[in-house]
C-alpha cells in the first residue's frame, strides 16, 4: 500500500496498530506517556483535532503545520522512544507497530467532522464504554476550559458551538447504540 504523502496545511487521519494486533498499550500508564511524547516531539508540528488510544490501535486527526519532511521525522522521534520503553516495560523485543502509520488526507470541513465524530466514539464502537468518560480520548478534552492536546476553540467552530458539538456525538451515539442492539 503507498502511503499518502503529507502536505503542510492539509488535514489527516493517522492511525496504526499494534503488530499482528497485539496491543501497543498495556495499561493507562503507557497511555499517558504516549500522550506525553506526542505532545513534546508533535506539538509543534502538527495541530490535533482528534484523538483515541485503545489497546491495539490509535486515531489521530491532525493538520501539517511544519515542512512535511519535519513532521515526518518528529513522528518517528515520538514513536521510537515509546517502543523502547514499551518494550523494555513489558520484557519484549522487537517492532511494535504494523510498518508506518496509515495516512488518509481529508478532503472536506464535513469529512472532517464526520472523522472528529468517528474518533472520539472510538471507545462505544470498540469496547461499548462511554465516549463521554474515556480518558484516552479527545470528546472530555476538546470540552474542556483548557486543552493539552487538542486545538479545542478550532474544533468548537467547526461544529458551531459547543452545544452543537455535544449534540452530534449524541446522535451519533444513538444511531451506533441502536446498530449494535440490532447486530
Known amino acids: 500500500m503507498k502511503l499518502e504523502t503529507l502536505e503542510k496545511d492539509s488535514f ?18 503507557n497511555k499517558r506517556y504516549f500522550l506525553k511524547q506526542y505532545n513534546k516531539y508533535l ?3 502538527v495541530s490535533t483535532f482528534a484523538y483515541c488510544l485503545l489497546q491495539n490501535h490509535f486515531h489521530l486527526v491532525v493538520r501539517i503545520e511544519k515542512e512535511p519532511k519535519d513532521v515526518i521525522q518528529s ?44 474518533v472520539n466514539l472510538n471507545p462505544l464502537i470498540h469496547f461499548n464504554k462511554d465516549f463521554k468518560t474515556y480518558a484516552f480520548s479527545s ?3 476538546t470540552l474542556a476550559e ?16 459547543k452545544q452543537n458539538f455535544q449534540e452530534v456525538h449524541d446522535i451519533r451515539r444513538l444511531y451506533l447504540s441502536a446498530q449494535l442492539t440490532f447486530e
Open 12 to 29: 489527516y487521519h493517522l492511525y496504526n496498530r499494534g503488530i499482528n494486533k497485539a496491543n501497543i498499550f498495556s495499561n493507562e500508564e
Open 43 to 45: 506539538a509543534e508540528k
Open 75 to 118: 513522528f518517528s522521534n515520538f514513536f521510537n522512544p515509546y517502543v523502547k520503553s514499551y518494550n523494555k516495560a513489558e520484557n519484549r523485543t522487537g517492532s511494535l507497530f504494523e510498518k508506518h502509520f496509515k495516512r488518509i488526507k481529508v478532503d472536506s470541513e464535513d469529512y472532517l467532522r464526520q472523522l472528529i465524530i468517528y
Open 139 to 141: 470528546y472530555k478534552e
Open 146 to 161: 483548557s486543552s493539552k492536546i487538542v486545538k479545542e476553540e478550532e474544533i468548537l467552530d467547526l461544529f458551531g458551538g
